[in-house]
């Protein structure tokens, strides 16, 4: 639930990254899309190679709610119909149109 943070003096202090917003039987799920360097999005499916390198199983894609992708992603109806006339299906590996994600990763 903390992370470090670096003070002037360079000594690390604890500050909190995140909260629990719900508890339950069961534990919690984050949706999330990851931007380099440079500010540019990098595409769900590379994020998910690289966390299987690393032994992390997450999900990737809309999660078979394209509704709830539009509406957390931002997508207006014509980048909707803009991504279907790409190619993009629930399916693909088509991440990222026109620099956009299309999707998002998830891991619980």
Known sequence: ?????????????????????????????????????????????????MATIYGIQVRTGCFCNPGACQKYLGLSKEAIKRNNEAGHVCWDQNDLIDGKPTGSVRVS
């Open 1 to 49: 639930e903390g992370g470090g943070g670096e003070t002037k003096g360079g000594e690390m202090k604890q500050q909190r990254l995140s909260r629990i917003i719900r508890r339950g039987k069961h534990g919690t799920i984050v949706s999330f899309n990851v931007k380099d360097s440079q500010g540019k999005w990098v595409g769900y499916s590379a994020v998910e190679r």
